[in-house]
């Protein structure tokens, strides 16, 4: 069965600091990979996602992740991140050989960045 | 264009009460999926509906069960509920195209449950 590891359960950072969050997935077939971030109160939204080609893909707000296929992750990183990105970071993969849709996500990391 | 809309917000229940949630999924959207969402950890997939049929089921009991509508909208059951069903359920959306790989899903607020 796939599974998702997020090492990093709880962050502080400051604004201006870079963030780096790690996420790698346990499935030997072809994956399309994505972040999820869910800020308080609100539901959970599609930072960005990968399902082929370049494997450094953009998402929203500046947040950008990088595929490497060969250590089975997916981090998620931005260079320089401000107190409106006080979040919870997802990370969630599909199996393509599974048929349909069926998400599988890691256990998320509580970021807290201070003003 | 209304996004995901889950009913009820909130709801309490006791030990062995049943319970239906609610879904309309996102407009254009004809595939519905539910997650358990327990404190502290990630959202778990239970089952996905395509064609008013479960397409694909995750690792929960017959207790937990679910139908989709010929307008797309879906429900949650859950029977005999226990403590451990306190959860966040979530409710996604997506629009299945031929040729063309999985679309990203679009998530609801979610309904908590609480079990007393």
């Known amino acids: 069965a796939q599974s998702v590891s997020q090492h990093n359960h709880h962050v502080i950072l400051s604004e201006a600091a870079s963030l780096e969050l790690g996420c790698n997935y346990s499935y030997g077939g072809t994956v399309n990979l994505f972040w999820y971030v869910q800020y308080p109160g609100q539901h959970l939204q599609l930072l960005l996602k990968?399902?082929?080609?370049?494997?450094l893909v953009k998402g929203i707000k500046g947040f950008e992740a990088e595929f490497i296929k060969s250590k089975f992750s997916f981090n998620l990183r931005k260079p320089s991140v401000q107190w409106s990105d006080t979040a919870e970071y997802f990370c969630a993969v599909i199996a393509m050989n599974t048929g349909f849709q069926k998400l599988v996500f890691g256990t998320g990391t509580r970021l807290l960045v201070s003003p | 264009d209304a996004g995901v809309t889950q009913s009820p917000t909130h709801l309490i229940k006791t030990r062995g009460q049943q319970v239906t949630l609610r879904c309309s999924p996102k407009?254009?959207?004809?595939?519905v999926s539910w997650y358990q969402q327990a404190l502290g950890q990630g959202p778990q997939f239970i089952f996905q509906y395509y064609e008013e049929e479960e397409r694909q089921r995750g690792n929960f009991p017959d207790r937990f069960s679910g139908h989709q509508f010929p307008n797309y909208s879906s429900e949650l059951n859950v029977n005999a509920l226990l403590l451990g069903d306190s959860a966040l359920y979530l409710c996604a959306s997506s629009k299945v195209r031929t040729g063309i790989q999985n679309q990203p899903q679009h998530f609801g607020d979610g309904t908590r449950l609480s079990i007393l």
């Open positions: 990968y399902f082929s080609g370049d494997p």
């Open positions: 407009s254009g959207h004809d595939t």
